[in-house]
């Protein structure tokens, strides 16, 4: 890693590094846009985008939330393997327009043409996995350079999301290709950061910590083989019987992965233990959608598992981690946090055991409880300055 010298920043400390307008938007948008849908679902609301209201339901959990937690975490984590200036500043704010423009054309509420909506929505991904790619290269991180793969992958997703909508005025191929592209980033961000997380936390409790999560190996290249494998599969023809064995047998080894880390000697950090749990919502999610495949579940029992308890729970689990480590908090949830991944993770199982119009509300409204709470607890850590550096300017 290169070193650089940081030079003085005198703007908005919001802008002051990547991940704090955009973990800010991600939490406000989550709060807001699932009691949204619920509204749109049940007929009191109409939007008038591109989209049909389950398509831009699906659509904006996995293109519109997660985008911008995904670019939050990798303007945070790029400055640290290069060493070189975070984004900031003016690109960063247009940045962020860009992605609440493509929240608001996918909404319908610019007035575009299909075509349109699609430009202004994937320009947000296409920008990031520019400047992803631009940054590592300008720092020689070749290493690093693997990421650029995924990152692209996921915008080819989302283009294929609004492609098949324009043609066909669905988009069932680019539902599940961003389910599987957001599966593949989380195994990759997951397998990363969970046990070296917990290793850390371990060794630095105890001088003879006892076991030890198992570092990344040859193991976790060949379950992410596997669970490459299993998802095409899917994506290609979700209802064959390859399919349903190939995700239960993803399943199973993403199971024993999250096994090999060690989880349950974490239970008294908080912070910790969720990366865990919601990384555990994958497997299980899998295996649901296992048996959808094979005829004996519904399919929307394994996405939600996912969506809701393994995409939701997971992001919001590293933004709380990264934004209080990255702003000079310590690394403690509190109860205020700790209620707000519960609530997450309960508006998951609540999704999937209650079905009903009444326990569809519950889970929004758990949902929008959780991330509402985010953002109460996390919104002045996000736009403040850095406690240790609350001079006149610094950031």
């Known amino acids: ?69 995904i670019a939050g975490f990798l303007f945070t984590a790029i400055p640290n393997w290069t060493g070189r200036m975070p984004t900031r500043g003016w690109p960063l704010m247009v940045l ?12 319908g509420m610019l007035g575009l043409e299909p075509v349109a909506v699609m430009a202004v929505d994937c320009g947000f991904m296409l920008a990031i996995g520019a400047m992803v790619t631009t940054e590592i290269v300008a720092g ?43 599966v593949i980033l989380i195994l990759l961000i997951g397998g990363r950061i969970i046990p070296s997380f917990t290793r850390n936390w371990l060794v630095k409790r105890s001088p003879e910590p006892g076991p030890l999560p198992v570092p990344f190996g040859r193991f976790d290249v060949a379950s992410l083989v596997v669970m490459l494998t299993a998802l095409l599969a899917w994506v290609v023809w979700p209802e064959s ?32 233990l969720m990366l865990h749990l919601a990384f555990g919502f994958i497997p299980v999610g899998l295996a649901a959608l296992s048996l959808a495949s094979l005829g004996h579940l519904p399919a929307a029992i394994g996405l939600h598992l996912l969506g809701v308890g393994g995409f939701g729970g997971m992001t919001l689990a590293v933004m709380m981690r990264a934004s209080l480590g990255h702003t000079g908090r310590a690394l403690q949830a509190g109860p205020a946090l700790t209620l707000a991944f519960v609530s997450v993770a309960l508006a998951a199982v609540v999704r999937v055991a209650a079905p009903t119009m009444m326990g569809l509300w519950i889970a929004a409204v758990l949902w929008a409880l959780g991330f509402g709470i985010f953002v109460w607890r996390m919104a002045p850590v996000l736009s403040l300055p850095n406690p240790a550096r609350r001079q006149p300017n610094g950031r």
């Open 1 to 69: 890693m290169q070193k650089s010298i940081r030079a003085a920043y005198g703007g908005p400390s919001l802008f002051s590094y990547g991940f704090r307008p955009l973990f800010l938007a991600a939490g406000l948008f989550a709060a807001l846009i699932v009691p949204l849908w619920m509204l749109v679902w049940s007929g009191d609301i109409t939007l008038s985008g591109p989209f049909s209201p389950l398509d831009w339901h699906i659509h904006e959990m996995l293109f519109g939330y997660t985008s911008a937690v």
């Open 241 to 272: 019987r390859y399919s349903g064995v190939a995700l239960m047998l993803a399943a199973a080894v993403q199971g024993l992965r999250l096994l090999r880390w060690r989880g349950w000697r974490v239970w008294s950090s908080p912070l910790l």
């Open 96 to 107: 962020t327009a860009l992605w609440l423009a493509g929240r608001l054309a996918v909404a």
């Open 140 to 182: 020689r991180n070749w290493s690093n350079l693997k990421v650029v793969a995924p990152v692209l992958l996921y915008l080819v997703a989302n283009i294929t999301f609004h492609l098949e909508s324009i043609a066909t005025g669905g988009a069932d191929i680019g539902r599940r290709l961003g389910f599987a592209m957001v």
